[in-house]
């Protein structure tokens, strides 16, 4: 991205992940006490022939989500999904700035349990949970 759109002051662009998040990136992250907030706008590759955003492209981003969410958790191990579901409601649209809501709402020694809203402004796109477990490591 050349210059940033104004939309996106206050985060921060994602430069982990490897080239599943950079090819259909880019995603950006704002750290909060509570937690993170991440967001991406959408681009003509994300969206499907009928012009909305892909289904798809929303659950990659509501598991990358609730990976930032519970990050500090994985203690250098890594994490793998075990588990995401999501319930769709609107549709979003070429164009639009598209945010996480996430937290964690449960975690054990193994595995973090979080969920999660993708909005535009106050509209909710999809509600989400996701089960993530933690990697020892090697």
Not at 55 to 79: E, K, P, V, W
């Amino acid at each position: 991205m050349t210059e940033k759109d104004k939309r996106l002051s206050g985060y921060t662009e994602w430069q982990g992940g490897g080239a599943f998040e950079e090819h259909n990136g880019p995603f950006f992250y704002k750290e909060k006490p509570e937690g993170c907030d991440c967001a991406f706008i959408v681009k003509e590759k994300h969206t499907s022939e009928g012009g909305a955003v892909h289904g798809g492209m929303l659950s990659i981003f509501a598991n990358f989500a609730s990976f930032m969410a519970a990050r500090s958790s994985f203690s250098g191990g890594g994490a793998t999904t075990i588990s995401l579901n999501t319930d769709f409601a609107e549709a979003g649209n070429l164009g639009d700035l598209i945010e996480s809501r996430c937290e964690i709402m449960h975690e054990t020694k193994g595995m973090v349990f979080t969920r999660g809203a993708l909005v535009v402004g106050e509209k909710v796109l999809l509600s989400f949970s996701c089960v993530i477990k933690k990697l020892r490591k090697r």
